[in-house]
């Protein structure tokens, strides 16, 4: 079979990548990146360079697939994020239906189905939307938790601080994702569209609050005085602009954080709660996180 991989070789499209390629598919990775170009045709896959915001391009790329894997990569220079997760879904339902393929799998996220006041995931809310109304196209949304590789961004704070903050508070149950375990699951729904059928699931690995996250980096750390220090919207926001994120972005996360905290982000989440995804707990991710924090 043939598959298109959208997202590079990120934390998801690299295993996905390996294991289509591994099992004898034809597999394509898209990437903006020429540096990739080496490293994918080295697990045995096809590089298409170029931009997720050109419809021509990505529709000339998926022509012929089996079925494609989309997903929205992050901008951090967008005037509307929102708008633009947004506009990046329209592309690809573009592409989709110009190109004729039949099957995707689409990255999402738990909160989807919020389709204002989640930041960047009220925008990929759009892009399941948009792409529920195209016909003769089976879709199916994968809606992730929160991903483990996220934590690697808290490694300088730790370091330097001894702590990790949030505007939301420290016994707050959060939905945690290996990107593997998405990895495994995604591979099953692009080979066999029955496996999880239309429509969206929840893609879970374990579920933590902010204090055990803290207690578990903190033994693998060995900064047993790590702590959760919670922020107000105001303090969040502005330690997100302190540290050089720009106005858009810094008010999108702070909003998800503060859906987060009101408990509307996982409310529809713990309603369907699904069978977690893999063996991968967050404390089996702690070598990962430690070969990082170590180097």
Not at 12 to 38: C, D, F, M, W, Y
Not at 232 to 247: C, F, N, R, S, V
Request: glycine share 10%; hydrophobic share 40%.
């Amino acid at each position: 079979m043939h598959f298109v991989i959208t997202g590079s070789l990120g934390h998801i499209g690299k295993p996905l990548a390996i294991q289509l390629s591994k099992e004898g598919h034809a597999v394509t990775v898209v990437s903006s990146n020429t540096e990739r170009i080496k490293e994918i045709e080295s697990i045995g896959a096809k590089a298409a360079i170029g931009s997720v915001e050109d419809p021509g391009f990505l529709t000339e790329t998926f022509r012929g697939a089996d079925a494609v894997f989309t997903m929205v990569p992050p901008n951090m220079n967008a005037a509307d994020w929102k708008a633009w997760i947004a506009g990046i879904g329209k592309n690809y339902v573009a592409a989709i239906k110009e190109s004729g393929v039949k099957h995707v799998v689409n990255l999402s996220s738990i909160g989807a189905h919020m389709v204002d006041k989640c930041g960047p995931v009220s925008g990929l809310s759009q892009v399941e939307l948009a792409m529920d109304e195209m016909k003769g196209v089976n879709v199916h949304h994968l809606r992730a938790g929160y991903f483990y590789t996220n934590f690697l961004n808290s490694i300088g704070q730790i370091k330097n601080q001894g702590i990790i903050t949030g505007n939301y508070m420290p016994d707050l149950k959060m939905v945690l994702v290996h990107p593997a375990d998405i990895a495994d699951i995604a591979a099953r729904a692009l080979k066999d569209e029955s496996y999880l059928g239309r429509g969206f699931s929840y893609i879970a690995s374990d579920e933590k609050t902010p204090a055990e996250i803290v207690t578990i980096l903190g033994k693998a750390t060995g900064r047993m005085d790590l702590k959760w220090v919670e922020r107000t919207d105001k303090e969040e926001y502005d330690d997100l602009i302190a540290i050089g994120l720009p106005e858009e972005i810094a008010k999108n996360y702070t909003e998800m954080g503060a859906a987060l905290r009101s408990g509307d982000m996982n409310a529809d989440y713990f309603r369907n709660r699904p069978v977690m995804a893999g063996w991968r707990t967050f404390d089996s991710f702690m070598p990962e996180f430690i070969a990082t924090y170590n180097a």
